[in-house]
């Protein structure tokens, strides 16, 4: 059964406090992906870290940060796509209109990430919701892995619609790319 947090505190940053907050995210990270990285090099913590800097270097990078009781549990980032953003791995055909960015149309929604024995106690929505009310975009776009159905399902449930596969890297999965408007 989930813990039900006791005191959930969340806390916002951006790209300029990533130093005080990467060792958190890191480990936090690291165990959470800890079966995956032992036998897919895509998820080892090192290309994480570069996943994690590239991201952050990117416009407008925020992460909303849980903790219970001080213990980091999860956290949930991304960053501001620009009007120069071209939809890199995309495999499905997509309306060209929906591909079409300006520097305020989409946040990339990169990781929402729990512990485990927290799962289940509403933290990810909170985290998600937290994070998408500092930002100025329209739209909130994410990928989920194919292989990962019940959590597409829960996306849908908060709103998020399919607009089609792609494969960011050679070597990571195939994901099912979904947004939905920041303000429902």
Excluded at 143 to 162: C, I, S
Aim: hydrophobic share 40%; aromatic share 10%.
């Amino acid at each position: 059964m989930a813990a039900q947090p006791k005191t959930l505190t969340v806390s916002y940053h951006n790209a300029e406090s990533l130093p005080a907050v990467e060792p958190l995210l890191l480990d936090l990270y690291a165990e959470i992906y800890a079966a995956e990285a032992a036998t897919d090099p895509f998820f080892s913590v090192e290309r994480f870290t570069d996943r994690l800097h590239r991201h952050a270097a990117a416009p407008r990078w925020g992460c909303a940060l849980g903790e219970v009781d001080g213990q980091a549990i999860g956290y949930a980032y991304g960053f501001a796509r620009t009007a120069d953003y071209r939809w890199a791995g995309l495999v499905s055909t997509v309306p060209g209109v929906d591909l079409e960015e300006h520097d305020t149309r989409t946040f990339a929604l990169c990781e929402v990430m729990v512990r485990a024995d927290f799962r289940g106690t509403g933290t990810a929505r909170t985290l998600h919701e937290e994070l998408l009310s500092h930002r100025i975009e329209e739209r909130s776009n994410l990928l989920v892995d194919e292989e990962h159905p019940r959590v597409r399902a829960l996306y849908e449930r908060w709103g998020y619609t399919e607009m089609g596969i792609m494969q960011p890297y050679p070597d990571s999965p195939r994901y099912v790319s979904m947004w939905r408007p920041i303000i429902l």
